[in-house]
Protein backbone atom coordinates (compact mmCIF):
# COMPACT_ATOMS: atom_id res chain seq x y z
CA UNK A 1 0.00 0.00 0.00
CA UNK A 2 0.56 3.45 -0.01
CA UNK A 3 1.62 5.47 3.12
CA UNK A 4 2.80 9.06 3.90
CA UNK A 5 2.65 9.91 7.17
CA UNK A 6 3.21 12.95 9.08
CA UNK A 7 2.27 14.61 12.63
CA UNK A 8 -1.36 15.59 13.20
CA UNK A 9 -0.89 18.74 14.78
CA UNK A 10 2.16 20.75 15.92
CA UNK A 11 2.17 24.01 17.97
CA UNK A 12 4.82 27.04 17.65
CA UNK A 13 5.54 30.76 18.83
CA UNK A 14 5.51 33.40 16.25
CA UNK A 15 9.08 34.36 14.74
CA UNK A 16 10.16 30.85 16.16
CA UNK A 17 11.14 28.02 13.54
CA UNK A 18 9.35 24.53 12.82
CA UNK A 19 10.62 21.30 11.16
CA UNK A 20 7.20 19.63 9.59
CA UNK A 21 8.35 16.13 8.74
CA UNK A 22 7.03 13.57 6.17
CA UNK A 23 7.65 9.85 5.26
CA UNK A 24 6.58 7.79 2.41
CA UNK A 25 6.46 4.20 1.62
CA UNK A 26 4.90 4.94 -2.16
CA UNK A 27 4.64 2.64 -5.50
CA UNK A 28 7.49 4.60 -7.00
CA UNK A 29 8.75 8.18 -6.69
CA UNK A 30 8.56 11.19 -9.22
CA UNK A 31 8.84 13.75 -6.95
CA UNK A 32 7.65 15.14 -3.39
CA UNK A 33 5.20 18.22 -3.06
CA UNK A 34 4.45 20.60 -0.08
CA UNK A 35 1.24 22.05 0.31
CA UNK A 36 -0.95 24.54 2.68
CA UNK A 37 -4.24 24.80 2.92
CA UNK A 38 -5.80 26.93 4.83
CA UNK A 39 -9.30 26.31 6.88
CA UNK A 40 -11.89 26.05 3.87
CA UNK A 41 -9.77 27.29 1.33
CA UNK A 42 -7.57 25.12 -1.70
CA UNK A 43 -4.56 24.27 -1.31
CA UNK A 44 -1.52 26.28 -2.35
CA UNK A 45 2.09 25.03 -3.73
CA UNK A 46 4.65 25.95 -1.86
CA UNK A 47 7.42 23.71 -2.93
CA UNK A 48 8.71 20.72 -4.78
CA UNK A 49 11.79 18.20 -4.20
CA UNK A 50 13.00 15.08 -6.78
CA UNK A 51 16.45 15.25 -5.40
CA UNK A 52 18.29 15.17 -2.63
CA UNK A 53 19.11 18.10 -0.63
CA UNK A 54 17.57 21.35 0.35
CA UNK A 55 15.73 23.44 -1.18
CA UNK A 56 14.98 26.77 -0.16
CA UNK A 57 12.42 29.51 -0.75
CA UNK A 58 12.38 32.65 1.42
CA UNK A 59 11.08 31.74 4.87
CA UNK A 60 10.32 28.00 3.53
CA UNK A 61 12.99 25.40 3.07
CA UNK A 62 12.21 21.63 1.94
CA UNK A 63 14.77 18.96 2.51
CA UNK A 64 14.16 14.74 0.73
CA UNK A 65 15.94 12.12 1.31
CA UNK A 66 15.01 9.49 -1.04
CA UNK A 67 16.53 6.59 0.25
CA UNK A 68 15.09 7.02 3.55
CA UNK A 69 11.47 8.57 2.21
CA UNK A 70 11.80 11.45 4.23
CA UNK A 71 11.48 15.06 3.86
CA UNK A 72 10.63 17.86 5.93
CA UNK A 73 9.46 21.50 5.33
CA UNK A 74 10.90 24.06 7.47
CA UNK A 75 9.62 27.36 8.30
CA UNK A 76 11.57 30.23 9.61
CA UNK A 77 10.52 33.86 11.30
CA UNK A 78 6.77 32.30 12.16
CA UNK A 79 3.58 34.57 11.79
CA UNK A 80 0.36 34.16 12.68
CA UNK A 81 -1.03 33.62 9.11
CA UNK A 82 1.30 30.76 8.85
CA UNK A 83 -1.04 28.73 10.89
CA UNK A 84 -2.96 26.25 8.17
CA UNK A 85 -2.88 23.23 7.74
CA UNK A 86 0.56 21.95 5.45
CA UNK A 87 0.17 18.87 2.93
CA UNK A 88 3.10 16.74 1.81
CA UNK A 89 2.38 15.11 -1.11
CA UNK A 90 4.14 12.41 -3.52
CA UNK A 91 3.94 11.64 -7.19
CA UNK A 92 3.70 8.10 -7.89
CA UNK A 93 5.24 5.85 -11.16
CA UNK A 94 1.60 6.45 -12.36
CA UNK A 95 -0.90 9.69 -12.47
CA UNK A 96 -1.40 9.78 -9.34
CA UNK A 97 -0.19 12.77 -6.88
CA UNK A 98 -1.28 11.16 -3.44
CA UNK A 99 -1.80 13.26 -0.17
CA UNK A 100 -0.61 13.03 3.23
CA UNK A 101 -2.59 13.01 6.10
CA UNK A 102 -1.25 16.74 6.90
CA UNK A 103 -0.10 18.56 10.18
CA UNK A 104 -1.96 21.37 11.41
CA UNK A 105 0.54 23.74 12.49
CA UNK A 106 -0.85 26.65 15.03
CA UNK A 107 1.00 29.95 15.61
CA UNK A 108 0.31 31.75 19.05
CA UNK A 109 1.66 35.20 19.57
CA UNK B 1 -4.47 33.63 -16.32
CA UNK B 2 -3.33 30.62 -12.93
CA UNK B 3 -6.59 29.89 -12.43
CA UNK B 4 -8.44 26.79 -11.98
CA UNK B 5 -12.23 27.79 -11.14
CA UNK B 6 -14.93 25.48 -9.75
CA UNK B 7 -18.82 25.79 -10.09
CA UNK B 8 -20.91 25.86 -7.73
CA UNK B 9 -19.39 26.98 -4.22
CA UNK B 10 -22.22 25.55 -2.10
CA UNK B 11 -24.11 22.50 -3.26
CA UNK B 12 -27.43 20.94 -1.11
CA UNK B 13 -28.60 17.63 -2.85
CA UNK B 14 -31.27 15.55 -2.01
CA UNK B 15 -30.56 11.86 -2.21
CA UNK B 16 -32.59 11.13 -5.46
CA UNK B 17 -31.37 14.17 -6.99
CA UNK B 18 -28.85 14.31 -10.39
CA UNK B 19 -26.47 17.33 -10.07
CA UNK B 20 -22.99 18.27 -11.68
CA UNK B 21 -19.87 19.89 -10.55
CA UNK B 22 -17.78 21.79 -13.01
CA UNK B 23 -14.03 22.62 -13.37
CA UNK B 24 -12.06 25.07 -15.77
CA UNK B 25 -8.80 25.87 -16.72
CA UNK B 26 -7.05 27.49 -19.43
CA UNK B 27 -3.64 27.26 -18.84
CA UNK B 28 -3.31 24.62 -21.28
CA UNK B 29 -2.70 21.69 -18.68
CA UNK B 30 -3.01 18.48 -19.92
CA UNK B 31 -4.03 16.83 -16.47
CA UNK B 32 -6.81 17.18 -14.04
CA UNK B 33 -8.06 15.31 -11.30
CA UNK B 34 -10.81 15.51 -8.48
CA UNK B 35 -10.21 14.83 -4.89
CA UNK B 36 -12.54 14.75 -1.97
CA UNK B 37 -11.59 16.17 0.87
CA UNK B 38 -13.84 15.64 4.81
CA UNK B 39 -13.46 17.91 7.72
CA UNK B 40 -9.41 18.20 8.88
CA UNK B 41 -8.46 15.21 6.35
CA UNK B 42 -6.52 15.58 3.60
CA UNK B 43 -7.44 15.20 0.01
CA UNK B 44 -8.16 11.93 -0.83
CA UNK B 45 -7.44 11.39 -5.27
CA UNK B 46 -11.02 10.08 -6.74
CA UNK B 47 -10.26 10.41 -10.79
CA UNK B 48 -7.35 11.62 -13.02
CA UNK B 49 -7.60 12.15 -16.70
CA UNK B 50 -4.67 12.78 -18.50
CA UNK B 51 -4.70 14.26 -22.24
CA UNK B 52 -8.80 14.15 -22.26
CA UNK B 53 -8.62 9.95 -21.06
CA UNK B 54 -9.43 8.47 -17.92
CA UNK B 55 -6.24 7.14 -16.84
CA UNK B 56 -7.30 6.14 -13.09
CA UNK B 57 -10.13 5.33 -11.24
CA UNK B 58 -9.97 4.97 -7.26
CA UNK B 59 -12.12 2.66 -7.03
CA UNK B 60 -15.04 5.17 -6.70
CA UNK B 61 -18.79 4.33 -6.55
CA UNK B 62 -20.51 4.27 -9.68
CA UNK B 63 -22.66 7.41 -8.25
CA UNK B 64 -19.70 9.58 -9.19
CA UNK B 65 -19.24 9.98 -12.92
CA UNK B 66 -16.81 11.85 -14.25
CA UNK B 67 -16.38 13.27 -17.77
CA UNK B 68 -14.03 15.37 -20.14
CA UNK B 69 -15.55 16.45 -22.66
CA UNK B 70 -12.68 18.81 -23.73
CA UNK B 71 -8.98 20.07 -22.43
CA UNK B 72 -10.17 22.65 -20.31
CA UNK B 73 -13.46 21.35 -18.86
CA UNK B 74 -13.75 18.45 -16.16
CA UNK B 75 -17.24 17.16 -14.91
CA UNK B 76 -18.37 15.29 -11.79
CA UNK B 77 -21.62 13.95 -12.15
CA UNK B 78 -23.66 13.40 -9.18
CA UNK B 79 -26.54 10.65 -9.13
CA UNK B 80 -28.09 8.76 -5.70
CA UNK B 81 -25.72 10.40 -3.33
CA UNK B 82 -25.56 9.23 0.10
CA UNK B 83 -25.02 11.62 3.32
CA UNK B 84 -21.72 10.14 3.78
CA UNK B 85 -20.80 11.78 0.63
CA UNK B 86 -21.09 15.00 1.60
CA UNK B 87 -17.14 17.12 1.34
CA UNK B 88 -15.51 19.50 -0.13
CA UNK B 89 -14.28 17.85 -3.90
CA UNK B 90 -11.77 20.17 -4.83
CA UNK B 91 -10.41 20.16 -8.89
CA UNK B 92 -6.67 20.47 -9.47
CA UNK B 93 -5.03 20.55 -13.12
CA UNK B 94 -1.05 20.30 -13.88
CA UNK B 95 0.50 20.21 -17.04
CA UNK B 96 0.80 16.99 -17.42
CA UNK B 97 0.39 13.77 -14.96
CA UNK B 98 4.55 13.41 -14.10
CA UNK B 99 7.08 14.67 -12.86
CA UNK B 100 7.96 18.35 -11.81
CA UNK B 101 4.34 19.50 -12.54
CA UNK B 102 2.97 20.85 -9.45
CA UNK B 103 -0.91 20.69 -9.20
CA UNK B 104 -3.16 24.02 -9.44
CA UNK B 105 -6.65 23.84 -6.93
CA UNK B 106 -9.81 24.95 -7.44
CA UNK B 107 -11.66 26.67 -4.50
CA UNK B 108 -13.75 23.59 -4.22
CA UNK B 109 -17.32 23.08 -3.97
CA UNK B 110 -19.03 22.18 -0.71
CA UNK B 111 -21.11 19.53 -1.10
CA UNK B 112 -23.88 18.82 1.33
CA UNK B 113 -26.34 15.39 0.47
CA UNK B 114 -29.62 15.50 2.54
Known amino acids: GQNIDQPTEMTATEGAIVQINCTYQTSGFNGLFWYQQHAGEAPTFLSYNVLDGLEEKGRFSSFLSRSKGYSYLLLKELQMKDSASYLCAVRDNTDKLIFGTGTRLQVFP | DTEVTQTPKHLVMGMTNKKSLKCEQHMGHRAMYWYKQKAKKPPELMFV???????INESVPSRFSPECPNSSLLNLHLHALQPEDSALYLC?????????????FGQGTRLTVV
Open chain 2, 92 to 104: ASSRNSIGNTEAF
Open chain 2, 49 to 55: YSYEKLS
